[in-house]
């Protein structure tokens, strides 16, 4: 935590009798940032967001925005802003007095009013909509009300509970684009749900990971990808082979490792690495598409061993290989990119390879 | 999926003539009503002598009966708003809140409806004997109000339940208090429910005999006046009159209050995702 933090989540525990709902969550928030928490289902996101909102109260720990502690403040007196899994679009009122909602308690007079409800929906393309009800509108136009009703109110802190979740596939990608657009010009600070990694990918500037109430690793998509701090991170976030080794030695950059099926291979420390001393039982992991799969040698400066193509996926974009390699019982994942349409079906069930990978294709986990 | 339905004529005349014998037996006691109103004779035999609408001419000819059908108004209109509010409170606190032993207060509140009324009667009357409170319409007003409560809960949790909670939680959220939230989104929202309610709890005490004849005072209520009529048989046709009148109102107001509920709950807009 630094202090730059912009909202700070301090220690934060909530538990519904004895159940931990939210465990010990500790972490910063910088401001204009798009952060997410991801994690499968009843892992706790929503509960932590809502004591962001203010509709739930840690049982212990403490929240600040913008330097205020605001723990037992009650949601209608926070600098923050909802957008709704359900929209919650008020069914009575038309799209304008939805969007109005919160300026009207603010007395401001009617021009400076309209011109603030105008240009909020001039914002998502929503001009025109005004005397539009909720049950006259899509759910994608319903969704952009929504974010319109909140962001009206200029909130330091935006939060979106699963906003995407109700929409079809097509129409959420195209909402993904435009809510990282909004939130760059607007410059508010989003904390975003979801449960869907390349949602969470391909939007945040800096995700949370969590499970089963604990924040397991907050980092960028890149390195929550590339390097995952542990086995449910790399578990959940894609897909990954994950070998049991045993740390023969190390230096300061690279540790020897024993790995099951692989021998000896090389693999770069991660930053913190106190959990592998020479002698530790740890985890090495290996993306699929970090693997290649080659006849004959391995590709030049890299490692290689033998196995037996299982099952095959043609994926359009990559080909998806199971390869049997000896001492694992369970085979390898390899992805190999689709390259010029006469290397189609290249390798067939059946068929002895070479599996191919570099020092880099290979991350060190802890084991538990 | 099923089967079509199969027409009547198919499963044979038997029920065809069940069911017509049934609805006959349901309605045919309260047309009778009607039926003697206009007859021009004050015995109820057949045949009838004439038809006529003298009973209802007399009926702005007799004071009492007037006094009892306002007394009775006032009565229905104190029940009805006291129940409506009390099952408002009730419903918001049941659907709103987690408590413990949410159960058992609902059935407590439930209760006055499966007491025999008689008992309901005797006991609030003991009551008010002993704290001295003199009868009068108020009592039965209040009698009343006890009996009305279930029915406005029932209607207004149906209500409070059918909408999606986080409608509120979005008011809060954009800066309104708590009331303010009632006045701006809950209370459009069950609007249509709330006039039910009022309606079904006002015929409720409105046609309440039992209750009424325990706590009355020196003020009687129309059925309470109906009633003190048997023993004159003249006097009796313009009650009829007067009696199909209520009929008439009552059916349209249950109607009424029975279509603005349906009409609430379709008011519920699928607010979520794509439809
Ligand atoms: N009011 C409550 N009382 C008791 N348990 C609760 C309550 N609210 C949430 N929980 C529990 O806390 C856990 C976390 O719930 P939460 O809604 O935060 O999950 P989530 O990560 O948002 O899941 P989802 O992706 O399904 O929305 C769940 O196991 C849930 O059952
Ligand atoms: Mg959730």
Redesign the pocket.
Known sequence: MSAGDYIRIENITKR??S?H?VDNADFGIKQGEFFSLL??????????LRMIAGFEFPTEGEIYIDGQPVTGVPANKRPTNMVFQSYAIFPHLDVYDNVAYGLRKLRLDKAELDRRVKEALAMIRMDGFETRKADQMSGGQRQRVALARALVNRPKVLLLD?PLGALDKKLREQMQFELRSLQQNVGITFIF?T?DQEEALSLSDRIAV?QK?KVMQIATPRELYESPTTREVADFIGTINLLNGTVKSKDDKVAVVEAQGLGLVNVPLPADHAFAPAGAEILVGARPEKLDVVRGAPHPGEKGIKGDIGACAYLGDRNHYQVTIAGRAEPLQVATEQGDRSTLASFMPGEQVTISWGDNSLVLLPRT | MTQPLKKVGERGIGITIFAFAYLFFLYAPMLVLPFFSFADQTIFRFPIEGFSTRWYEELGERPEMITALWNSIQVGLIASILATIMGLLAAKAITRYAMPGKGVAMGLISLPLFIPEVLLGLALLIILNLASIPLSLVTIAMGHVMLCTPFAMSVLIARMDGFDKSLEEASMDLGESGWMTFWRVTFPLIAPAIVSSLLLTFIVSFDEFLLAFFLQGDQITLPLYIWGQLRFPSNFPPVLALGTCILLVSIVLVVFAEWLRQVGAQGDTPNVGVR
Request: proline fraction near 5%; glycine fraction near 26%.
């Open positions: 519904f009798g159940f709902a994690g499968p289902s009843g892992c706790g996101k929503t509960t932590l699963e749900v449960h969590m109430g």
